[in-house]
């Protein structure tokens, strides 16, 4: 992954018509209606405090739940209809996946099933364990459990490129 300039993002700030934003299709975050409206009230009590994180094509990568609850009343007529956004622009999909999941688990608790499906998604793109694990916050155990492999066959991605190493010492660490 190429070095990014960490204010960029800011300089993209801009409120935006919510209706030009869509969902992605792989966030795996999921929240109550009690914390919906828990999130409505924070942006009422507290202000418009995070914009939502966008792909240059108006994708969200993060702040799904904020631009939910800006559609509805009374943020949609206190907002008119915009929201905040910042343009992130990854090289490729798994940067939006990673923007999305390391988002998402500062804050939230995410469900198994789409979480073995990202990291089915990441594996097959050729990311390695250990780029998924930094990635997303996830020790190689994690990623091992929710990758569905064989024992076998995860030990052989783990090894892959590496010379000399004890099968033991890699059991161990799983």
């Known amino acids: 992954m190429a070095d990014i300039n960490i204010f960029s993002p800011l300089t993209s700030l801009q409120w935006v018509e919510r209706a030009t934003l869509k969902p992605n299709d792989y966030n795996p975050n999921k929240v109550s209606r009690e914390n919906l409206k828990l999130l409505t009230q924070s942006i009422l009590t507290n202000g418009w405090t995070l914009p939502i994180v ?16 800006s559609g509805e009343e009374p943020l949609l007529s206190k907002l008119g209809g915009k929201v905040p956004v ?3 622009a990854h090289d490729d999909k798994t940067g939006d996946i990673y923007g999305t999941v390391t988002h998402n688990r500062a804050r939230g608790t995410h469900l198994l099933e789409p979480m073995k499906a990202i990291v089915k998604e990441l ?23 929710l990758s569905e492999f064989s024992k076998e066959d995860f030990l052989r991605m783990m090894a892959k490129g590496v010379k000399d190493y004890s099968k033991a010492e890699m059991l161990t660490k799983l």
Do not use: A
């Open 54 to 69: 966008v792909r240059p094509d108006y994708t969200i990568i993060d702040g799904f739940h904020r631009w939910t609850v």
């Open 86 to 88: 910042v343009i992130v």
């Open 123 to 145: 594996m097959g793109e050729g990311k390695s364990v250990n780029e998924i694990g930094k990635q997303l916050g996830m020790k190689p155990e994690e990623v091992f459990r």
